[in-house]
């Protein structure tokens, strides 16, 4: 999903977003969520409280750090959640398109196998 948000400034923004993200996850009742980035895994994070599906020391605050960790949420729907740094030219440098697809190909094994 792509959106624009209504006015301007962090707690605009989340305002803005907060009640349409979960009227989506509802309507939508998907059985992976894919969050890409910065933005969209810390905006999933405030309005569903996701966890790891398997013990990990990754931190959650950090995208790049939590990158193809699979993770769970039971509100406002239950589904899986995947959360993947923004595949832009400043995350090659850390990630490389390999490890990238890697840790991807991981999580979605781990989700087949639930």
């Known amino acids: 999903m792509k959106y624009r948000v209504g006015g301007f400034g962090v707690a605009a923004e989340r305002a803005s977003y907060q ?3 979960k009227q989506e996850l509802r309507a ?7 969050t ?3 933005n969209a895994w810390p905006a999933l994070r405030r309005s569903t409280a996701p ?3 398997m013990e990990t020391d990754a931190d959650p605050e950090s995208i790049m750090s939590i990158h193809g960790t699979l ?3 039971s509100e406002p729907i239950n589904t899986h959640v995947l959360p993947l ?3 832009s030219g400043q995350v090659w440098w850390r990630f490389p398109p390999d490890e990238y697809i890697s840790r991807l190909s991981e999580a979605l094994e781990l989700l087949e196998r639930r």
């Open 28 to 34: 939508l009742d998907p059985d992976l969520v894919i």
């Open 51 to 53: 966890e790891p599906v």
């Open 85 to 87: 740094a923004h595949m």
């Open 19 to 21: 009640h349409l993200l």
């Open 71 to 73: 993770h769970r949420i």
């Open 36 to 38: 890409f980035g910065g």
